[in-house]
């Protein structure tokens, strides 16, 4: 099977729309009857580990983006490459919200290594999916090279 990358595009858009949507869903509105600032510049951990985690998610998808400019056309083994992928992309509101809750307190240090693990884990599926993508090209072109010279031979006949 190998269709057009459209659908997988749009899909995996899908995916990176919602993750970094649900990013912001867990910063809660502080409720305080009085000091509201205060109650507001408390979440700072909340802040920092949100936009962090938008940034990343929004380099990702440019890369994936980028990633799929070269793609003519999808196959199974990509399609599930790219699924795991995008398991680890909806991962990241998780460690997200454990950075939030720990940074500022004697689990910081674990909270950063659990949050940096995530994304280690999504840099190696990015490296999965990226030979997937070169050897789909690669064999796509032996295949172009093969017709090609078949085509040769029958016109010397």
Avoid at 64 to 79: A, D, I, K, Q, T
Avoid at 109 to 136: D, E, H, M, R, S
Avoid at 138 to 155: D, F, K, P, Q
Wanted: proline residues 4%.
């Amino acid at each position: 099977m190998t269709e057009a990358p459209g659908r997988v595009e749009a899909f995996s858009d899908g995916v990176f729309a919602i993750a970094i949507t649900l990013l912001i869903l867990e910063i809660r509105v502080p409720h305080v009857e009085h000091g509201l600032w205060a109650g507001l510049l408390a979440l700072w951990p909340s802040y920092v580990a949100f936009l962090l985690s938008f940034v990343v998610i929004l380099i990702e998808w440019v890369n994936h983006h980028e990633l799929l400019r070269n793609v003519r056309g999808v196959s199974y083994p990509y399609l599930f490459a790219n699924g795991l992928l995008l398991l680890t992309v909806t991962f990241v509101p998780f460690p997200t919200a454990v950075l939030a809750a720990y940074l500022g307190t004697s689990e910081a240090k674990t909270a950063v290594a659990f949050y940096c693990g995530a994304f280690v884990v999504n840099a190696l599926l990015v490296a999965l999916v990226q030979p997937v993508i070169g050897l789909l090209i690669n064999v796509s072109l032996w295949i172009l090279w093969i017709r090609l010279g078949y085509r040769e031979e029958r016109a010397v006949r």
